[in-house]
């Protein structure tokens, strides 16, 4: 298979505005939530065997080939109530890709005999962004299977799709290690951020088909955690003078209902310094891993994103934090602060009809106060006597406030045993 000639390259990053605004009107009315994080990588990114070429010679187009940083990418979805094992799911999915991936990203096979992937079997993947290309898969088991890219990709590097039983639930998760493959995809994929952002959409759509084809349903929306690691990598040492070990870098994101996740945003945003958040060299906004205590960030669905930033509202600039004997609210310009003894109760909500959630609402049923980034769940918290939220004069005032956080359980379990509050523990 030869490479593609320049025009031919040319001509697909001119096609990238078009593909853009296709994948962006496909995606604009997704509500599934996208939990996002990112943070500086290490040499411990690095896939196990990435400086070889796999088998696959000068055919084969490894990150060592591509240009600018190494993304570690992970996309994670917690598929319940599904009747099938991991084995099952991966035979399923890999029966017919194409029955999975988004309606514009197509898998066509140009080697190797039907069926699920095999090691030695070749795919075309047709994309409306910089991954067009050949693939070869290079390794393949019961739950999982992975494809390195050959000469042509406009990406370099590797990717894997695999299944685990977590407990009672099903976990499906997508792992990529790639750099551009040249210096046009390069300028769109990590400068100017616009083909990062449909791929994203395009892997955790993947991931939402699959909880669909699994029988379940997705739990808490799709994780993606990224890390980003400078090339060339740095190599440090340890006190002996000798390079470490670097294992493969697996990213496992953390269950939607545990601590260890905060990061939730549906698009590439850009925030300023805040204590809330942690930031790179280029300003984006990063959220930290671990569960600041006592804080709580809000989780946007994916196609709210654009009208919630034209009010200012964004990741960096809302939030909820029990502190000091009182809970404060932020969303964009709007800000709501009470003690906490006049909490008189908090209970789960949800789901809920976009056009009653959405931003900041007035109920004009019982002056209650939303504000709302997401349709499926939030916590409804009440007051013992009405506090301001909607408007600055505070004539206006609210007996409940209903907020869609990305972990609401944890702050009505918070509020729960919180001393001072009225709330009582269930039973």
């Not at 593609?4 to 296709?22: E, F, H, K, N």
């Not at 990062?196 to 699994?214: D, G, P, Y």
């Not at 804080?295 to 934090?321: H, I, Q």
């Amino acid at each position: 298979m030869t490479t593609a000639s320049r025009p031919t390259r040319l001509a697909t990053v001119l096609g990238w505005p078009l593909a853009i605004g296709l994948v962006s009107w496909r995606y604009l009315w997704r509500t599934t939530p996208l939990h996002r994080s990112e943070e500086q990588g290490s040499t411990a990114d690095l896939p196990s065997g990435w400086d070889t070429d796999n088998g696959l010679g000068e055919r084969g187009q490894g990150i060592a080939a591509g240009v600018g940083p190494l993304l570690h990418r992970c996309y994670t979805v917690w598929i319940v109530h599904s009747p099938m094992d991991p084995a099952t799911l991966m035979t399923a999915v890999g029966a017919n890709l194409n029955r999975v991936s988004p309606e514009m990203a197509v898998f066509r096979k140009t080697r190797g005999a039907s069926g699920p992937p095999r090691p030695g079997d070749e795919f075309v993947v047709r994309m409306p962004g910089p991954w067009n290309g050949p693939v070869r898969v290079v390794s393949q088991d019961s739950t999982s299977f992975r494809l390195a890219t050959l000469a042509g990709h406009l990406e370099a590097g590797q990717i894997e799709f695999r299944a685990a039983q977590d407990g009672t639930t099903l976990r499906f998760e997508i792992e990529s290690w790639a750099r551009a493959g040249d210096r046009l995809s390069h300028l769109l994929y990590n400068r100017l951020r616009l083909a990062k952002e449909i791929q994203l959409n395009m892997w955790s759509h993947f991931c939402v088909r699959t909880a669909a084809l699994a029988g379940g349903r997705p739990r808490g929306g799709v994780t993606i955690h990224t890390r980003r690691l400078d090339w060339p990598p740095q190599t440090t040492t340890n006190q002996s003078g000798q390079a470490p070990l670097q294992p493969e870098g697996k990213i496992h994101s953390a269950r939607p209902s545990g601590h260890a996740y905060t990061a939730l945003t549906a698009s590439g945003l850009r925030c300023e310094v805040t204590s809330a958040h942690l930031h790179d060299q280029r300003g984006e906004c990063i959220v930290p891993r671990e569960h600041t205590p006592g804080f709580y960030p809000f989780a946007f669905a994916s196609s709210f994103g654009f009208v919630l930033r034209a009010v200012g509202v964004r990741p960096d600039s809302s939030g909820l934090r029990v502190d000091d004997g009182k809970l404060e609210v932020w969303f964009g310009p709007w800000r709501l602060v009470t003690p906490l003894s006049n909490i008189s109760g908090a209970e789960l909500s949800g789901p809920y009809r976009a056009w009653k959630v959405l931003g900041a609402r007035l109920s004009l049923a019982d002056r209650g106060l939303t504000f709302g980034t997401n349709t499926v769940a939030g916590a409804c918290i009440r007051f013992h006597r009405p506090v301001a939220g909607i408007e600055p004069t505070g004539l206006l005032r609210h007996p409940a406030l209903t907020v869609t956080l990305a972990e609401p359980h944890l702050l009505v379990e918070r509020l729960r045993r919180q001393p001072g509050t009225g709330v009582s523990a269930p039973g």
